[in-house]
């Protein structure tokens, strides 16, 4: 197991803490002018989500999970689960929806992702920044009614829901970013 000091924490590392995974989301080395010198740290649970705020001693050693980054590319859904294909070594790999997170309202046949993995157990899901989806159901655009930057629901092939402006048709292609899952644009 690699150990890593405080004094070398960066943010996005991953560590290991009593068993469990977690991401570096802030931290601050803290010399105070009476005392020892210590790192105050935010966490993130990798699995739950949950933040946690917890300090440590400078220079106290911590165990760093290594994380493998596979470049994936999504095939096709079997069931509820989703198939995806290494890039590299073309061997493929069914995954639970629940593992994906909200990566699932962005998948769309293939479309590339990096599953991020531990031990052979799926963390996170990088995805690009932004995707095009094909609208598939929508309200059209009520006559007369032209409030700047009024919105209205369209599902898109995923079965997400995205708020669009109210000239967006059935059938017309957008772009969506992955982040927020707002409307970018027509693709």
């Not at 493998?68 to 639970?96: N, P």
């Not at 599902?155 to 059938?171: H, M, N, S």
């Amino acid at each position: 197991m690699a150990t890593i000091s405080t004094n070398d924490l960066k943010n996005g590392m991953t560590l290991i803490l009593d068993g469990v995974l977690f991401d570096v989301v802030d931290f601050q080395h803290v010399k105070p002018g009476k005392g020892g010198a210590f790192v105050r740290t935010t966490l993130r649970n990798t699995r739950t989500g949950a933040n946690q705020d917890r300090t440590f001693r400078a220079d106290e050693k911590l165990e760093r999970a290594m994380i493998d980054k596979r470049d994936m590319q999504f095939l096709y859904r079997s069931g509820d689960d989703y198939v995806f294909m290494d890039s590299t070594t073309y061997d493929q790999l069914t995954v639970a929806p629940g593992l994906l997170g909200t990566a699932v309202d962005y998948l769309v046949e293939n479309a590339s992702a990096v599953l991020n993995m531990h031990d052979d157990e799926i963390i996170g899901v990088d995805l690009p920044a932004s995707v095009e989806l094909v609208v598939t159901a929508t309200e059209p655009g009520v006559q007369g009614d032209r409030v700047s930057g009024a919105r209205k629901p369209a599902t898109v092939e995923t079965d997400a829901v995205v708020q669009v402006p109210l000239f967006i048709d059935v059938g017309e292609r957008i772009k969506v970013d992955t982040r927020s899952g707002d409307y970018l644009g027509k693709a």
